[in-house]
């Protein structure tokens, strides 16, 4: 209790202090609960081996001729009850620590979960609701399948047991919605884009939403781009229209959708912003823009494959670079841009501090990395070896987009006439699509009308 005799100010320090520390105390409490969490993985084990046991004996029942059909199939409901419920509990463990305790950390790993990438304890809700629905569907398939087994009492009340869980699990979802749009829990996994300090390079750590809705639009002014490809640029325009003043669930996950997109653009690190759209193909003519539409559908990225585009200076191979990325990115795929020689720079740094296989291997949460102008300044011997390692590194693991102002044929001129320069050809070129563009350059035409007359060869 504080003394009558102590000055106000010293009072009113101590009350000030005295509330965070109280509250910092009453928060840190929260570590309780791990030790919970920690008993249901042990749950888990048992479950494993509730599993196993059970496969056990269905396999010896086989191999001995006891097990008829009905027998098989209701061993075989069995597991997939075991499984299911093994499945909630890892719900409950890795949502529910995330969303009561602490942040796991996840960001950026490849086997991060898709539901826990916007975990919260409303969604959680939901999400379990529909988990034991599904169990309780189990059961009740269980009975039908031995009805003869089975009395009708327990019948009627495992179909009224699991209309009540359908009924109760509707309610939530209808209830989640309201309390989606007037307060967001924490965005779980989710975040802005962070600054690598030790090369300089922004991470992009947002993960792909797993409610993201793909719809239709049609084809561009000048040529025809899969609708597929444009859906989710038509998401984010979405958002600069007038929004109602009492934003619903569709429209709040559209702008989170949004964000998630414009913050992997920026995280990409490109030098602007470019469309297949705002692409004069009239003028620069590649020569086949059916193969650029199929890449603007990014399967290429989904398949681990490459794309290359090559020509002189000025012909756009730069515009489609960046174009193509920037769709990888509002579709939900980490993406980074830069320089053949900043990528040259991050790998030296990387390999004098001996970290190189750790940084190639933390490339790998970019499904798409874009290596610009190669073939406008040569490489030394160790700066060949280490795009090298790049591409070698991104070989069917990773999709690598390649520009440069030089056919395959003259890159020995760039790398030297090295063994390397093959090999890193290719793997480069075996899962990809190679185009070349032709024209004179644009930035030179809008100079002087007789630009294309010093317009450099391929």
């Not at 004996?57 to 059909?69: K, M, P, R, T």
């Not at 009905?70 to 995330?98: F, P, Q, R, W």
């Amino acid at each position: 209790m504080l003394s009558p005799a102590m000055p106000a100010s010293t009072k009113q320090d101590f009350r000030s202090y005295a509330a965070p520390s109280l509250g910092y105390a009453l928060f840190a409490t929260r570590w309780l609960q791990a030790p919970l969490y920690f008993g249901l993985v042990a749950a888990q084990g048992v479950y494993v081996y509730k599993f196993f046991n059970e496969l056990w004996h269905l396999v010896l029942n086989i191999i001995s001729g006891q097990a008829d059909e009905t027998h098989v199939m209701l061993a075989v409901l069995k597991l997939v009850d075991v499984v299911m419920i093994a499945n909630l509990l890892i719900m409950v463990i890795v949502g529910g620590y995330e969303t009561f305790v602490s942040r796991i950390g996840l960001q950026g790993h490849r086997d991060q979960p898709e539901w826990l990438s916007h975990v919260n304890s409303n969604v959680l809700k939901v999400k379990l609701a529909t988990a034991i629905v599904g169990i309780s569907s189990v059961h009740l398939l269980q009975m039908f399948v031995d009805v003869s087994h089975t009395s009708q009492h327990s019948l009627l009340w495992g179909t009224v047991i699991h209309m009540a869980f359908i009924l109760s699990a509707a309610i939530l979802a209808y209830m989640s919605g309201p309390m989606e749009s007037h307060g967001h829990a924490g965005p779980g996994l989710g975040g802005p884009p962070h600054r690598d300090g030790d090369s300089g390079f922004a991470d992009a750590s947002e993960p792909c939403s797993i409610l993201q809705e793909m719809s239709g639009v049609g084809p561009s002014p000048r040529h025809t781009i899969p609708a597929q490809a444009n859906a989710t640029a038509r998401t984010v325009k979405k958002t600069d229209e007038p929004q109602p003043s009492q934003p619903t669930e569709s429209t709040t996950l559209e702008t989170r959708e949004a964000a998630g997109a414009d913050a992997r653009i920026v995280a990409a690190g490109f030098p602007a912003h470019k469309s297949l759209e705002d692409f004069d193909a009239d003028r620069q003519r590649p020569h086949d823009w059916e193969t650029i539409t199929r890449l603007a559908a990014l399967d290429f990225v989904d398949a681990h494959a490459n794309a290359v585009f090559l020509g002189p200076p000025g012909t756009g191979k730069t515009h489609l670079a960046i174009a193509l990325a920037m769709r990888a990115c509002r579709v939900g795929h980490n993406v980074r841009f830069a320089t053949a020689t900043e990528w040259v720079a991050r790998l030296t740094e990387a390999q004098n501090t001996g970290r190189l296989s750790e940084e190639l291997t933390r490339l790998d949460q970019y499904d798409l990395i874009v290596v610009d102008e190669i073939g406008y300044v040569p490489f030394t011997p160790e700066a060949t070896n280490l795009l090298f390692r790049l591409v070698s590194h991104r070989y069917e693991r990773g999709s690598v987009l390649v520009t440069g102002d030089k056919s395959f044929g003259r890159w020995a001129d760039v790398f030297g006439d090295d063994p390397v320069t093959f090999a890193m050809i290719d793997r480069l070129a075996h899962h990809a699509d190679v185009i070349t563009l032709k024209g004179d350059s644009y930035r030179l035409r809008s100079y002087h009308p007789d630009a294309a007359l010093i317009s450099p060869d391929a």
